[in-house]
């Protein structure tokens, strides 16, 4: 990477301007030449570490309006950090796929920009997806990950670094996920947008929000600040928030495409369970469609509709888009059907971690249970804790049988949080152990049962105090199959 004069990057007069040669929040990666970033955060403030910017040769220091002088010889000041240093980042990594696409909403993001990616490649397009499974790079049927996964919507120097990489390897077309932290955090305020689309608003993230309106706020500032005007919103209409998501995206010049079954753009007219998946007739302005889907779940549904409504918005013929519908497959960890065994009934392993989450798949699943509908599921730790008495009571009404296990408990007391869990499902059977709780779930499993796992999806380990131990929910449920075979 080259080096960009820090006038340049910044988009303004500085006292002095040398050439940078890196730019990062993080002083651990500053190096020689650096633009280093200090931000304040949840655990930290950035402006602790200057000196240690310093001492690795930081060239410039870019930090609050309210940071004393004299930190650093060079030190540039702005009203709001964050988004200055996206802009930053975005200066120096320069390029970027020429049509990016965001979408936001508290569940289906990962769904929805895995469907990008698949519908773009199907057009003959190189995409890419950015989100909670990491970077995925996709030719043809051909994918690449070229990152883990970890953030949903990563460190803005991080984004444009990947963008950049993406668009040097010749990928045109991108999804990314905004989760409510990017946004309100400003990692992608450097992401030049085509489109971008909202799914739902439920409750999550009120740990870090506070309240349901700040929650709301941080997803509308990608419609009201992040999109440019004259670009169009792709809107789930059947979400309640649909009627502010929409005002929201007029008032800031945007063209609105509504989707789903209140969409009158992209109407869904009707929707048929097949064994392959589901039939699905639309209305795209004014002309019929028949879809054949092969996923499961008026969710999957919706979530493909706001995908081929992203496609359509950044560019695509609506007619080809469609016929790409019918080659997509599900997220890795969504609704993923877990083989094995000799058993009768049907397990799958899903990402549910919020109610509206879990009511969703466990009403998706209940048609397919002609005996019982079994979950296992848990809250995760330092997460909105609001969410388990809720998680619990959708779990004691719609399942069979309810297990309630540990999800991540990260720094808190697990009993504690199943306890919370459980005083919305008293009667549920509690084994803290995920790994038990599983095996128990699936010795349970007798013809016509359906046994869900839900919470982890793909994720790979299980964190208790801190530590991250190896966790899979699908090998788990696979052995259990086995076991029980
Ligand atoms: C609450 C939150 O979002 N935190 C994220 C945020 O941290 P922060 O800005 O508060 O940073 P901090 O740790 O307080 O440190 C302040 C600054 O000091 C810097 N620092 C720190 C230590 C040091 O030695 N040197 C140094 O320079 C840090 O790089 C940072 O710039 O920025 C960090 C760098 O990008 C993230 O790693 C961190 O994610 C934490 C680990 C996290 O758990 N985030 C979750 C909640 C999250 O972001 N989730 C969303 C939503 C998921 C969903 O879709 O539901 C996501 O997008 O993944
Ligand atoms: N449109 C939807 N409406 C309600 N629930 C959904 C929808 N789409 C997915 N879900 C549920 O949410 C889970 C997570 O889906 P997905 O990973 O696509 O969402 P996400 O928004 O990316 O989540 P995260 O916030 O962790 O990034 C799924 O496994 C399913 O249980
Ligand atoms: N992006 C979400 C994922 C939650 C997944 C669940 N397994 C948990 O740990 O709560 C979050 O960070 O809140
Ligand atoms: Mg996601």
Known sequence: MSAVRLSDLLMRDVDSDPMITGVTADSRKVSSGHLFVALPGTAADG????????????????APQDTPDGLAPLLVRSGDVRRAYALAARGFYGAQPATCVAVTGTNGKTSVAAF?????????????????????AQSGAVTEALTQPGLTSPDAADAARLMATLAEGGVTHLALEASSHGI??????????????????????????????????????????????????????????????ASASIMSGLGVMAVGERGRDLSLIERRAVP?????????????????????????????????????????????????????????????????????GEAYVDYAHTPDGLETVLKALRPHATGRLIVVFGAGGDRDRGKRPLMGEIAGRLA???IVTDD??????????????????????????RRAAIREAIGMMRDGDVVVVAGKGHEQGQIVAGVTHPFDDATEVAEALRLNA
């Open 47 to 62: 402006r602790a570490f200057i000196p240690q910017a310093l001492t690795q040769g930081a060239a410039a220091v870019l």
């Open 116 to 136: 990008c990616r698949q519908i773009w490649a199907a057009l003959g397009r190189k995409s890419a997806s950015m989100g909670t499974l990491g970077v995925v």
């Open 184 to 245: 309100d955090q400003r990692r992608l305020d450097g992401v030049t947008l085509k489109a971008a689309a909202f799914t739902n608003l439920t409750q999550d993230h009120l740990d870090y929000h506070g309240d349901m309106e700040a929650y709301r706020e941080a997803k509308l500032r990608l419609f009201e600040t992040l999109l440019p005007r004259g670009r169009t919103a792709v809107l789930n209409a059947d979400s309640d928030a649909y009627s502010t998501f």
């Open 276 to 344: 392959e998946g589901q039939r699905l007739v639309l209305d795209v302005r004014g002309a019929r469609h028949e879809v054949s889907l092969p996923l499961a779940g008026a969710f999957q549904a919706s979530n493909a509709l706001v995908a081929a409504g992203l496609c359509i918005a950044a560019g695509e013929e609506p007619g080809a888009v469609l016929a790409a519908m019918e080659r997509i497959t599900g997220a890795a960890g969504r609704l993923q059907r877990i083989e094995g065994g000799t058993r009768g």
């Open 400 to 402: 069979d049988i309810a």
């Open 408 to 433: 991540n408990p990260r720094s808190e007391d697990p009993e504690a949080i199943r306890a919370e869990v459980r005083t919305g499902c008293p009667f549920a059977l509690e084994i803290g152990d």
